[in-house]
């Protein structure tokens, strides 16, 4: 009986044992597979967010070569010498008519808080005094809506196929926040998109006079041919 005993014993102990390895196992591939999948998702810093629209972040085009420490963030924030000329060309359309001393005309991709959800960022705005009154001015967003906005290319990462209508979410949006004109310059295409409250938006070639307002235009094919920058 003691030897039967003992061989019973034995045949539990390697059961036991062999029960053993195999959860000691899945824990263990439990755990190297969580951790793997913390590390899989990187935290993203918040200077990194270009805006935010509809409580989602738009992150700077390039943002990625940042993560993985290829570029330095002030690297993706700066625009190209192209886009500089474009800005500097419709600020002197802007100023050159006495008409907009009733504005304050604001670049730096200055920043419009809509609501909690959604802040843009403008390369050109254009507001009424009237409306961006002295106490508006301060170290905050604007939280008035301006009455034309120009944007000079898309500065947001839209890698994302589902980020695919960035610029129409975009401009919706300043439309519905009280914008009459949002005008988009796309350098790459010599386009420019034109999108007014309660009119069909239109996309034309940039070799055709835009208004800003009240018949004040500016032509960037005809200012870059003068500049001899294209022949």
């Given at each position: 009986m003691r030897k039967l005993d003992h061989k019973i014993l034995t045949t539990k102990s390697k059961k036991q044992l062999y029960l053993y390895k195999i959860n000691f196992k899945m824990v263990v591939t439990l755990e190297r597979k969580s951790r793997i999948r913390v590390r899989a998702i990187p935290k993203?810093?918040?200077?990194l967010v270009y805006e935010t629209i509809d409580g989602k972040p738009f992150y700077y085009k390039g943002y990625r070569e940042v993560l993985s420490k290829k570029k330095i963030l002030e690297e993706i924030m700066g625009c190209s010498t192209l886009q500089a000329e474009l800005v500097s060309y419709i600020m002197k359309a802007v100023f050159r008519n006495a008409f907009f001393d009733d504005y304050r005309i604001y670049c730096n991709e200055i920043?419009?808080?809509?609501?909690h959800r959604n802040n843009l960022s403008n390369d050109i705005a254009i507001f009424e005094k009237s409306v961006m009154t002295p106490d508006k001015i301060n170290t905050k967003y604007a939280d008035v809506p301006a009455k034309v906005v120009i944007e000079i290319d898309i500065k947001a990462d839209i890698s994302d196929p589902e980020d695919s209508g960035y610029?129409?979410?975009k401009t919706q949006k300043l439309l519905d926040f009280g914008t009459e004109k949002v005008?988009?310059?796309?350098?790459?295409?010599g386009k420019v998109l034109i999108a007014e409250q309660g009119q069909d938006w239109i996309t034309r070639?940039?070799?055709k006079d835009v208004e800003l307002l009240n018949g004040h235009t500016f032509n960037i094919q005809k200012h870059l041919l003068q500049e001899g920058i294209i022949q």
């Open positions: 993203i810093p918040e200077t920043g419009n808080h809509i609501d610029v129409y979410r005008i988009w310059v796309f350098s790459l295409y070639s940039w070799d």
